[in-house]
């Protein structure tokens, strides 16, 4: 069983920025593919980006795109997700999840965190 636990949410206003981490417990993150994924209250969750273990390539939802980043760290069982210009529409719990390929489809993913909650208010 693969857990992935979410840490840095919280409140920020307007234009700031925020970080959140994702650790695999005790290991690496399985299949080649780690996203992140958000939901609002009453909305649909929807992809806000992943990244590619094989070449570390990220790719982003439109909304998101130049203002959040997806790295990895060192111990290459955590992942960030650095979110910048944070803007109220970005308020939703986050969630990453691991893919054994990218996908924008949250049914690709096989294992989920508890997700952090993030609102950006003022």
């Not at 981490?21 to 299949?31: H, L, V």
């Not at 080649?32 to 909305?43: I, L």
């Not at 959040?68 to 910048?84: H, Q, Y």
Request: with cysteine; aromatic share 12%.
């Amino acid at each position: 069983q693969v857990q992935l636990v979410e840490s840095g949410g919280g409140l920020v206003q307007p234009g700031g920025s925020l970080r959140l981490s994702c650790a695999a417990a005790g290991r690496t993150f399985p299949g080649d593919a780690m996203g992140w994924f958000r939901q609002a209250a009453g909305k649909e969750r929807e992809f806000v980006g992943g990244i590619r273990w094989s070449d570390l390539g990220t790719y982003f939802a439109d909304s998101v795109k130049g203002r959040f980043t997806i790295s990895r760290g060192d111990a290459k069982n955590t992942v960030f997700l650095e979110m910048n210009s944070l803007k109220p529409e970005d308020t939703a719990r986050y969630y990453c999840a691991a893919a054994p390929r990218t996908s924008d489809y949250g049914g690709m993913y096989d294992y989920w965190g508890q997700g952090v909650q993030v609102t950006v208010s003022s």
